[in-house]
C-alpha cells in the first residue's frame, strides 16, 4: 500500500466519543484509499499516567487496528532538533524572548492578521539578545516570509490562512506541536491527514512548513467536532463520554460504534454495525459538515 493516514492523540486523558469518532472517520479514509493507518502518540505536553494503552484498548475494542508500530513522540527529540538546525543554517530561525502576556499586549504589526505574532524580537540586535537572555530562556521562531499559505481540504475546499513566525521550540526546550506533527507526518510517510475541523486554521503554517523542510503536503480532511448540548466541545464534565463511561451505563463497544456511525448517517439507530461493514458504506461527500451534538441525558 502506498500512503498512510494516522491518528494521533495525546495521552492526557482518555478518548471521548468526539476523539473515537474522528478516530473512526481517519480509519475509514484510509481503508478505503488502501492506505496504511498509522497510530502516533503526541506525548510531548502533558501525559496521564496509563491513558496511553488505555487509548489504544479503546480504539480496539472499537475494532479498530491499525498497522505497525504505535510511535511515540517522546522518542523522536533529535529529529525535531534535526529539522531545527535545517531551518536554523537557512536563516529561518530566531530567538524570541517575549511572554504570553506581552505578544497579547502588543501593538500588531502593520497589516499582520489578528492573532499573529507582532515580530516583536524578529530584528533584535546581538546585544539586545544577550541582556534578554539574561534574565529569560528564549523560544526558537520561524522566520516566515509569508503572512498566508492556503491549503485544499477535501471538506472545506480552498482555505488561506495565516502564517506567522510560530513557536517552533518552546522556551522549556520542548519541540513545538507545528514542528513535530510535520516532522513526524514526514517520517511516516503520512499523505493523508484526517482530524477535527479545529484543527483547520493552523494547518496553513503547517503545510508551509513542510513546503520549507522539503516535505510532501500532505491531503487534508478537517472534520466536524463533537459538542455537548450548550454547543461547546465535548468534555469529561458532560456526563458518559468515554468508551468506560458507556460500558458502566450497560452499553458494548458495539453498541458504542452504533452510535458513532448513526451520528456518520452510516447506520440506523440500534443497527449493529462493524467497522468493515462501514468500510463498504463510506462515501467522503455524504459525511455531515456540521458539529454532532452529544446529549448524554438524551442517550441514555
Known amino acids: 500500500m502506498d500512503g ?16 473515537l469518532r474522528t478516530a473512526l472517520i481517519a480509519w475509514l479514509f484510509a481503508r478505503a484509499t488502501d492506505r496504511r493507518f498509522l497510530l502516533r502518540v503526541e506525548d510531548l505536553d ?6 496511553r494503552q488505555r487509548q489504544l484498548d479503546d480504539l480496539a475494542a472499537l475494532g479498530l487496528d491499525w498497522d505497525g508500530e504505535v510511535l511515540d513522540q517522546s522518542a523522536r527529540l533529535e529529529h525535531y532538533e534535526k529539522a531545527i538546525t ?9 530567538e524570541c524572548f517575549c511572554t504570553r502576556k506581552e505578544i497579547l499586549g502588543a501593538p500588531s504589526a502593520p497589516h499582520a492578521p489578528d492573532g499573529a505574532y507582532p515580530g516583536t524580537c524578529r530584528n533584535l540586535t546581538p546585544q539586545q539578545r544577550r541582556e534578554k537572555a539574561a ?9 516566515s516570509d509569508t503572512s498566508s499559505y492556503t491549503i485544499t481540504d477535501l471538506l472545506h475546499g480552498t482555505y ?9 521550540r518552546r522556551g522549556d526546550g520542548t519541540p513545538a506541536y507545528n514542528l513535530a506533527v510535520v516532522v513526524d507526518d514526514g517520517a511516516q510517510g ?12 493552523s494547518t496553513p503554517r503547517q503545510a508551509y512548513l513542510a513546503e520549507l523542510l522539503g516535505l510532501p503536503i500532505p491531503h487534508y480532511a478537517h472534520v466536524p467536532l463533537a ?3 450548550e454547543g461547546k466541545r465535548l468534555a469529561k464534565r458532560d456526563g458518559a463520554v468515554t468508551l468506560a463511561d458507556q460500558q458502566a451505563l450497560g452499553r458494548t463497544p458495539t ?4 452510535v458513532l456511525a448513526e451520528s456518520l448517517r452510516m447506520s440506523r439507530p440500534g443497527e449493529i454495525v462493524s467497522p468493515r461493514l462501514l468500510l463498504e458504506r463510506f462515501d467522503p461527500a455524504a459525511l455531515p459538515r456540521e458539529p454532532w451534538i452529544f446529549d448524554d441525558a438524551a442517550a441514555r
Open 4 to 19: 498512510a493516514g494516522r491518528f494521533a492523540p495525546s495521552p492526557s486523558g482518555d478518548l471521548h466519543l468526539g476523539n
Open 46 to 51: 502533558r501525559v496521564r499516567e496509563g491513558s
Open 86 to 94: 535545517q531551518l536554523r543554517d537557512a536563516g529561518r530561525t530566531y
Open 135 to 143: 534574565s529569560r530562556p528564549a523560544a526558537l521562531r520561524l522566520r
Open 160 to 168: 488561506t490562512g495565516t502564517v506567522d513566525d510560530f513557536v517552533l
Open 190 to 201: 503520512i499523505d493523508q491527514v484526517v482530524r477535527g475541523d479545529d484543527l483547520l486554521s
Open 227 to 229: 459538542l455537548n448540548s
Open 255 to 258: 453498541q458504542v460504534l452504533g
